[in-house]
């Protein structure tokens, strides 16, 4: 067998024809979607994945066999069933119309094979093991590991935003609010960590894992916002100041912040302020410790038959304070679960608004400290008896506090 020609397809507006509707089309299409491809799928019945995709539009379905007609206009097509004389028809029908063919049947029958595909950011490596799957795969599996291990891809090539060689004026660089997790280092999004280490500055908060920081490339400029040396307000203005400054300066600045960016990250702020600047920016999201701490402690925050809502509140703000914006009396009533971040210097008087407005002492209430971490503990207590129970037990933030019938749920 002769040797394939690499080729990347820029498919973009572009028919491509996915004949088949089960699971090798289920795995297929997306990359194709992803790569902005016209996709016609034609297949009389579609596995649920695929049904979604037709439902919000994404593609066209043609609930039938294929017809040689269906390749008029296309580019591409991708048989992916496994009737082998069905496949044959449609490589027949490709080949007279000079379509080229991938087959799932038989690679050895197809006119174009489907790689084994890695990405790391800008970078896409896509491997063709000979015909060999399990050999493309490994070798993928093997280049992902390397590129991983490269922190980022200044190691195949792409200069960093602030290397500006022959004297050039740097370009203005960008800013990424990334969410880094709960604690648990590795619970950061793949996005969020592939930014991290391509980063030239990293802002970094006070709970963002200390792990992540010990993996950043040689040379980063890492500034430490819990150091910053103003009241909570000016510290917030100096630290807009530094995620402008330096990525006017041509630098790419990640703002690593605990949990996520938005909910009580003051990262709407952060991005007003480069959005004044002139500074693109890239939101990435992070797995809230609202939902991960109770979640490491074997707490769900809904479960069937028991709760169905949960509400987020920060108890920063005692309640009786002019400046809470928390409706204490209206949680008060609600029968789900009342997950409170930042509450355990409040608690007390928290519990005492909530058991007030007529929420029963006996209600479970659980607090989870430094959740998904090796320092997590968790305390199991009642409405009426957890602040005195956390100041027994020495308890201190950062801290989850749970009150709503799921606590104790999955116990047993």
Request: charged share 20%.
């Amino acid at each position: 067998m002769s040797s394939p020609y690499p080729l990347g397809l820029r498919l973009a507006g572009r028919r491509v024809v996915v004949v088949g509707g089960g699971a090798v089309a289920t795995r297929r299409v997306p990359a194709l979607l992803d790569a902005g491809a016209d996709v016609l799928l034609v297949s009389p019945e579609l596995t649920p994945a695929l049904r979604a995709h037709v439902d919000a539009g994404r593609l066209r379905w043609e609930p039938r066999r294929f017809a040689p007609g269906d390749l008029d206009g296309a580019w591409l097509v991708q048989t992916a069933i496994d009737d082998r004389a069905a496949a044959a028809a449609v490589s027949d029908a490709a080949a007279e119309r000079r379509i080229f063919c991938v087959r799932a049947d038989d690679r050895a029958a197809a006119t174009a094979w489907t790689p084994a595909v890695t990405r790391h950011g800008p970078v896409t490596v896509a491997v063709l093991g000979g015909g060999d799957p399990r050999r493309a795969m490994s070798v993928r599996d093997a280049v992902r590991a390397l590129l991983s291990a490269g922190k980022g891809t200044d190691s195949v090539g792409q200069r960093s935003p602030v290397d500006t060689p022959g004297g050039r004026e740097p370009t203005v660089g960008r800013v990424a609010l990334v969410g880094a997790g709960p604690g648990d280092r590795e619970l950061i999004t793949v996005k969020g960590w592939r930014l991290l280490t391509e980063a030239d500055v990293v802002v970094a908060d006070r709970l963002v894992p200390g792990l992540l920081l010990d993996e950043l490339r040689a040379g980063v400029e890492l500034v430490d916002a819990s150091k910053i040396p103003y009241g909570p307000s000016r510290a917030q203005e100096e630290i807009n100041r530094i995620l402008v400054d330096r990525a006017l300066a041509g630098a790419f600045v990640v703002r690593l912040k605990g949990g996520d960016p938005y909910v009580f990250g003051r990262g709407g702020e952060e991005l007003l302020a480069c959005a004044a600047a002139g500074v693109p920016v890239t939101v990435v999201p992070g797995v809230t410790s609202a939902i991960a701490a109770p979640a490491a402690a074997g707490i769900p925050v809904t479960h069937r038959a028991v709760a169905h809502e949960f509400t987020v509140v920060s108890g920063h703000v005692a309640p009786d304070s002019p400046a809470s914006l928390v409706r204490w009396d209206a949680l008060a009533g609600l029968r789900g679960t009342l997950v409170i971040l930042m509450g355990l210097k409040n608690l007390a008087a928290i519990t005492e608004t909530l058991l007030a407005h007529g929420r029963p002492a006996q209600t479970p209430a659980a607090v989870v400290q430094e959740g998904t971490t090796g320092g997590q503990r968790v305390l199991r207590s009642t409405l009426g008896a957890v602040a005195a129970d956390v100041v027994a037990e020495g308890l201190r933030p950062p801290a989850v506090v749970l009150v709503g019938d799921v606590v104790g749920t999955l116990d047993g």
